[in-house]
């Protein structure tokens, strides 16, 4: 494989996709310009049809964005990435997409978890390794 390309990013996004469209059988709308920190929206569908209620994702793809321990995944977010992602338009989701374990978690980006501490610069977002993304 060639060290100029990697597949993983476009990986995990059509593996979340694939999630979303299957399972929950929501409308998945990749954001395919820049981004700034929301790589798609969903919405939900219920009975009914498409309802306008939409959460922006951010999809993060192989362990090298993690750090692992037994039970968990850690996320290391910045500042400015965590400040968007909160005071953003619509609710966030950080999903993260483990191909080496075909595993994709996903936690909500909210003010109250108080993930960033001082003094450390950097942020941490912890996920239960249990917090497997399906339509429960």
């Not at 979303?20 to 009975?47: C, H, S, T």
């Given at each position: ?48 049809g ?26 290391y ?11 953003h ?22 003010k ?25």
């Amino acid at each position: 494989m060639s060290e100029r390309y990697s597949p993983t990013e476009r990986i995990g996004v059509n593996h979340v996709e694939s999630i979303f469209l299957k399972k929950f059988k929501w409308i998945f709308r990749e954001q395919p310009i820049l981004d700034m920190g929301i790589d798609a929206q969903v919405e939900y569908v219920n009975g009914n049809g498409p309802t306008g209620k939409l959460i922006g994702l951010q999809i993060k793809t192989g362990l090298s964005h993690f750090h692992e321990k037994k039970e968990s995944f850690t996320f290391y977010l910045n500042d400015t990435h965590y400040k968007y992602w909160i005071n953003h338009s619509l609710p966030v989701i950080i999903v993260g997409h483990i191909p080496e374990y075909e595993m994709t978690i996903w936690e909500f980006i909210e003010k109250k978890k108080k993930m960033l501490k001082k003094p450390i610069k950097d942020g941490r977002l912890k996920y239960q390794k249990k917090t497997n993304l399906t339509e429960n």
